[in-house]
């Protein structure tokens, strides 16, 4: 063979070699596209990793759909192929995702506790009060492919379920379940073509209570068990799992802190980082191929366990009850977070829907939807359906720019509402960079415009704001100057807009608001109006925000020095020695306000007097006294005696 011919082979196979290393590659990276921009979410928080985020558009307004009415609110939803699917009570709904319409519905043996897809099956776990049932349904008619008890193919287990999701991978599914009479719990894991038991790994005296969450060859689960002292006290013990897919083995495990088991806890893989509770205060990012930590974060001020966990943006989102925490992945610092009570709401147990760069969340009071900035947190719009507590809304889903999330409505009924920009239109934010300000100083309101088709700013739109008319300039803002001379809040809305013939709009988040105040300072005294010169006196005020009467929080400056504030009493005193005589003069002469930066201030007590006199000289007098005294005893004596020498 000749050298050439050699040399052509050689380049050949080097050539074919590159081309499969690149095929390898493409596809390895295809795969994880897919996994990110997939048109479907198929499980509870969008995937096995448990992230909550997909790369796939959410609303960028709350414009409603469509909203389907049923018995009770759904645990969550799914989508997989124009289709969303949700359990009801005992009852499984498929329903169309563009119109809304009642596509099918099943009735399932018992409760729907847990929703997966894959390839056109749906896979339902049901929960029954004697024994654990996996179903498996085509999506598109609803027709029962099979079902399983998996303690008809385990000898004398009786398997109970557990509420929590189930996940689908790489032809297997994986759910939790307990023993009845035995005190421990099993990751089971089946083939997702027949249902058949692979494997179950169980966990001494615990039971499971998270969703499993995959990454490649590896299930991780929390176990919780529980330990009774006596008839009234109890200790929890717990701890993460690390389980080998495809055998069952156990690869490792570390020791949690987590209370007796109440509720479910969440788990999320990203990086090769799981993260984890590590008790009802703490998170933990541990290492998936070993279980050693990485960081630890403590959740400030803890009002609740945690409720779910996604990823995004290289941050962890930490729900609970009443805040949001966002977590830098890489080494657990806090980032940026919502305090739901200085909100004014509360989540519900919090659950973090990320698409691209905002974040969705639900809330229980007022029942509703919220949609922030994922990167700083910065509210665009929310969408309120009751004013009032009706209970925990649930976690949803999001596909191709709509958001389906379940919410109770002011008829107190239960509906999965449907969110997508529909048309085009003109989103409107408004923003006031101080709510509460000093009468009398100018505030500048500004409104910013964009088109909802693709968030691109209106330039020369009409903007009716109060019904007054203002034109965007080429960024889509506009604003304008307001003073007030009188203490006051002034509110401005949209109105109407008109854009290039555009009329539809939405107003973004709340409503622009401006509070004119000032602090009033409405009582005054002093413990004695009268002192001797030189004796100490306490000279007192009271002091609130004049808008609404709500208390002062700052300094009360009097004749220029700081007085001292007592709970008690609700009011400033301060403390004069009296040097010299005359009436002396008390009143606030400055401010310094704490909460909102005012300095206007109200007098509606006059100042307060106090008259130093000289001291009557008491002592003077006794002495005065003492002194006739003893001499008219002494001349009483000499007296008496010159009165005996003459006798």
Same mark, same amino acid.
């Given at each position: 063979m000749s050298k050439g011919i050699v040399k052509a082979v050689l380049v050949f196979l080097l050539l074919n070699m590159l081309a499969v290393a690149f095929y390898v590659s493409a596809k390895g990276m295809n795969a994880y596209a897919q996994m990110e921009t997939s048109d479907g979410w198929t499980m509870f928080q969008f995937n096995a990793a448990c992230s909550g985020y997909t790369e796939n558009e959410g609303p960028h307004t709350p414009n409603v759909l469509w909203k389907y009415k049923v018995s009770m609110n759904p645990r969550y939803s799914i989508v997989a192929n124009g289709?969303?699917?949700?359990?009801?009570?005992m009852v499984l709904y498929c329903v169309d995702a563009y119109g809304g319409g009642l596509l099918w519905k099943r009735e399932v043996y018992d409760w729907v506790y847990s929703i997966a897809e894959d390839e056109g099956k749906l896979f339902v776990g049901a929960i029954n009060s004697t024994y654990l049932l996996l179903c498996c349904f085509d999506e598109v008619n609803g027709e029962l492919l099979w079902f399983r008890n998996p303690s008809e193919m385990d000898g004398d287990k009786i398997y109970e379920a557990t509420p929590t999701g189930i996940t689908l991978t790489d032809g297997k599914i994986y759910l939790n379940a307990h023993v009845k009479n035995e005190s421990r719990g099993y990751l089971l894991c089946l083939n997702e073509s027949d $249902?058949?038991?692979l494997w179950n790994f169980p966990l001494t005296d615990e039971s499971p209570h998270s969703s499993p969450a995959v990454e490649e060859d590896r299930v991780f689960i929390i176990g919780q068990g529980e330990e009774w002292i006596n008839e009234t006290f109890s200790v929890g013990h717990s701890h993460l799992y690390c389980v080998n897919a495809t055998t069952g083995g156990l690869v490792w495990k570390i020791t949690l802190n987590l209370a007796p088991p109440m509720y479910e806890n969440p788990l999320s893989i990203a990086h090769g980082k799981v993260i984890a509770p590590f008790s009802d205060t703490k998170i933990v990012c541990v290492n998936?191929?070993? $279980?050693e930590m990485i960081w630890e974060y403590d959740i400030p001020n803890y009002n609740s366990p945690v409720s779910c966990f996604a990823v995004a943006h290289d941050n962890v989102f930490v729900g609970s009850y009443r805040r949001l925490d966002v977590v830098n992945e890489i080494n657990g610092e806090f980032v940026w977070g919502i305090n739901g009570t200085e909100a004014g709401f509360e989540f519900g147990w919090a659950v973090s829907l990320i698409a691209k760069d905002r974040l969705y969340l639900s809330t229980d009071y007022p029942q509703g939807v919220w949609c922030f900035n994922a990167t700083t947190g910065e509210r665009l719009w929310n969408y309120l359906t009751a004013t009032k507590i009706i209970g925990t809304a649930g976690s949803g889903s999001i596909v191709e720019g709509e958001l389906f999330i379940p919410l109770f409505d002011d008829d107190d009924s239960s509906y999965?509402?449907?969110?997508?920009?529909?048309?085009?239109?003109?989103?409107?934010?408004?923003?006031?960079i101080n709510g509460r300000c000093d009468v009398g100083t100018a505030q500048t309101i500004y409104f910013r415009a964009i088109w909802t088709c693709n968030g691109s700013a209106v330039r020369d739109g009409i903007i009716f704001i109060n019904g007054a008319e203002y034109v965007t300039n080429s960024s889509g803002w506009i604003s304008f100057n307001f003073t007030s001379s009188s203490v006051t809040a002034v509110s401005w809305v949209v109105t109407a807009v008109n854009c290039s013939g555009v009329t539809r709009y939405f107003q973004m988040g709340p409503v622009a608001r401006v509070?004119?105040?000032r602090i009033i300072i409405f009582d005054g005294g002093v413990d004695s109006p009268v002192v001797d010169v030189g004796k100490w006196v306490t000279v007192w005020f009271k002091a609130a925000y004049e808008y609404n009467n709500e208390s002062f929080y700052g300094l009360l400056f009097v004749n220029g020095s700081a007085a001292l504030y007592f709970d008690t009493s609700n009011r400033w005193e301060y403390e004069y020695k009296t040097e010299t005589l005359g009436t002396v003069m008390f009143e606030v002469t400055g401010v310094s306000d704490r909460k909102y930066g005012l300095k206007t201030v109200n007098h509606v007590v006059p100042a307060q007097t106090v008259t130093v006199k000289t001291p009557f000289p008491w002592r003077f007098?006794?002495?005065a006294v003492i002194v006739a005294g003893i001499t008219l005893v002494i001349v009483s004596f000499f007296l008496k005696r010159k009165k005996g020498f003459r006798r």
């Amino acid at each position: 063979m000749s050298k050439g011919i050699v040399k052509a082979v050689l380049v050949f196979l080097l050539l074919n070699m590159l081309a499969v290393a690149f095929y390898v590659s493409a596809k390895g990276m295809n795969a994880y596209a897919q996994m990110e921009t997939s048109d479907g979410w198929t499980m509870f928080q969008f995937n096995a990793a448990c992230s909550g985020y997909t790369e796939n558009e959410g609303p960028h307004t709350p414009n409603v759909l469509w909203k389907y009415k049923v018995s009770m609110n759904p645990r969550y939803s799914i989508v997989a192929n124009g289709k969303v699917f949700f359990g009801s009570g005992m009852v499984l709904y498929c329903v169309d995702a563009y119109g809304g319409g009642l596509l099918w519905k099943r009735e399932v043996y018992d409760w729907v506790y847990s929703i997966a897809e894959d390839e056109g099956k749906l896979f339902v776990g049901a929960i029954n009060s004697t024994y654990l049932l996996l179903c498996c349904f085509d999506e598109v008619n609803g027709e029962l492919l099979w079902f399983r008890n998996p303690s008809e193919m385990d000898g004398d287990k009786i398997y109970e379920a557990t509420p929590t999701g189930i996940t689908l991978t790489d032809g297997k599914i994986y759910l939790n379940a307990h023993v009845k009479n035995e005190s421990r719990g099993y990751l089971l894991c089946l083939n997702e073509s027949d $249902g058949v038991l692979l494997w179950n790994f169980p966990l001494t005296d615990e039971s499971p209570h998270s969703s499993p969450a995959v990454e490649e060859d590896r299930v991780f689960i929390i176990g919780q068990g529980e330990e009774w002292i006596n008839e009234t006290f109890s200790v929890g013990h717990s701890h993460l799992y690390c389980v080998n897919a495809t055998t069952g083995g156990l690869v490792w495990k570390i020791t949690l802190n987590l209370a007796p088991p109440m509720y479910e806890n969440p788990l999320s893989i990203a990086h090769g980082k799981v993260i984890a509770p590590f008790s009802d205060t703490k998170i933990v990012c541990v290492n998936v191929a070993n $279980g050693e930590m990485i960081w630890e974060y403590d959740i400030p001020n803890y009002n609740s366990p945690v409720s779910c966990f996604a990823v995004a943006h290289d941050n962890v989102f930490v729900g609970s009850y009443r805040r949001l925490d966002v977590v830098n992945e890489i080494n657990g610092e806090f980032v940026w977070g919502i305090n739901g009570t200085e909100a004014g709401f509360e989540f519900g147990w919090a659950v973090s829907l990320i698409a691209k760069d905002r974040l969705y969340l639900s809330t229980d009071y007022p029942q509703g939807v919220w949609c922030f900035n994922a990167t700083t947190g910065e509210r665009l719009w929310n969408y309120l359906t009751a004013t009032k507590i009706i209970g925990t809304a649930g976690s949803g889903s999001i596909v191709e720019g709509e958001l389906f999330i379940p919410l109770f409505d002011d008829d107190d009924s239960s509906y999965l509402f449907c969110f997508k920009d529909q048309g085009e239109g003109v989103a409107v934010w408004p923003f006031v960079i101080n709510g509460r300000c000093d009468v009398g100083t100018a505030q500048t309101i500004y409104f910013r415009a964009i088109w909802t088709c693709n968030g691109s700013a209106v330039r020369d739109g009409i903007i009716f704001i109060n019904g007054a008319e203002y034109v965007t300039n080429s960024s889509g803002w506009i604003s304008f100057n307001f003073t007030s001379s009188s203490v006051t809040a002034v509110s401005w809305v949209v109105t109407a807009v008109n854009c290039s013939g555009v009329t539809r709009y939405f107003q973004m988040g709340p409503v622009a608001r401006v509070i004119w105040d000032r602090i009033i300072i409405f009582d005054g005294g002093v413990d004695s109006p009268v002192v001797d010169v030189g004796k100490w006196v306490t000279v007192w005020f009271k002091a609130a925000y004049e808008y609404n009467n709500e208390s002062f929080y700052g300094l009360l400056f009097v004749n220029g020095s700081a007085a001292l504030y007592f709970d008690t009493s609700n009011r400033w005193e301060y403390e004069y020695k009296t040097e010299t005589l005359g009436t002396v003069m008390f009143e606030v002469t400055g401010v310094s306000d704490r909460k909102y930066g005012l300095k206007t201030v109200n007098h509606v007590v006059p100042a307060q007097t106090v008259t130093v006199k000289t001291p009557f000289p008491w002592r003077f007098v006794a002495v005065a006294v003492i002194v006739a005294g003893i001499t008219l005893v002494i001349v009483s004596f000499f007296l008496k005696r010159k009165k005996g020498f003459r006798r």
